[in-house]
């Protein structure tokens, strides 16, 4: 079981936007802006989509972005596109103990 | 324009040590402002955070790997290396090599990772 909850799955048309929650501990989303995200499209390595719980790395489309309110993370793809089809993973990064912990995992699907 | 590449045996036998190595171009492995990271993903499942190693301090470790772990960094090959004794099944998995950020105000993500390599397992 993961520390981090993520919906299995969401989807959407071509066009609309998604949003994917991912929840936890208190002390582990809500302490720290230091949540981020990775897409991993079948049998490709993770790729870092939004970091610093908002921050998008240099490359990144500006269709996807990056919230916090609560106990709960999200990242948005806006403008869903047939290329964002792919896992998405959650991740947040605490002071001690386990200093990463991952989401199990959003699979994104293009209708 | 960084990368890493991980290698290894495909295949160690249960009871056995696991032993990876991560080739990094394009940076180097003994600077201040990044970790190097070992996270793994089970077949068909999700990651798990291994190890964030610096050049020049002490390493961090998963509670639950930790006294079967064993890392390094070799500043002259640029390289950096897992070492994980007493494998079982459990521990077939996906091995990714990353570059990790820890600073006061930016940590916690890892970019760019290394394709990952596939160890299995299995007497």
């Known amino acids: 079981q993961s520390a981090l909850t993520q919906p299995a799955s969401v989807s959407g048309s071509p066009g609309q936007s998604i949003t994917i929650s991912c929840t936890g501990p208190t002390t582990d989303v809500t302490a720290y802006n230091f949540v981020s995200w990775y897409q991993q499209h079948p049998g490709k390595a993770p790729k870092l989509v939004m970091f610093?719980?908002?921050r998008r790395p240099s490359g990144v489309s500006n269709r996807f972005s990056g919230h916090k309110s609560g106990d709960m993370a999200s990242l948005t793809i806006s403008g869903l596109r047939s290329e964002d089809e792919a896992d998405y993973y959650c991740?947040?990064?605490?002071?001690?103990?386990?200093?990463?912990?991952f989401g199990g995992g959003t699979k994104v699907t293009v209708l | 324009q960084v990368q890493l590449e991980e290698s290894g045996p495909g295949l160690v036998k249960p009871s056995d040590t696991l032993s990876l190595t991560c080739t990094v171009s394009?940076?180097?492995?003994?600077?201040?402002?990044?970790?190097w990271a070992w996270i793994r993903q089970p077949p068909g499942k999700g990651l798990e955070w291994i190890a964030y190693?610096?050049?020049?301090?002490?390493?961090n470790y998963n509670p639950a790997l930790r006294g079967r772990l064993a890392t390094s960094v070799d500043a002259s090959k640029n390289q950096f290396s897992l070492n994980l004794t007493a494998v079982t099944a459990a521990d077939t998995a996906i091995y990714y090599c990353?570059?990790?950020?820890?600073?006061?105000?930016?940590?916690?993500?890892?970019?760019?990772w290394g394709q990952g390599t596939l160890v299995t397992v299995s007497s």
């Open positions: 990353a570059r990790g950020r820890i600073a006061a105000t930016s940590r916690g993500w890892f970019d760019p």
């Open positions: 610093d719980v908002s």
């Open positions: 394009g940076a180097s492995v003994n600077i201040d402002d990044y970790y």
């Open positions: 190693i610096h050049f020049g301090g002490t390493p």
């Open positions: 991740s947040a990064y605490r002071s001690s103990g386990t200093l990463v912990l």
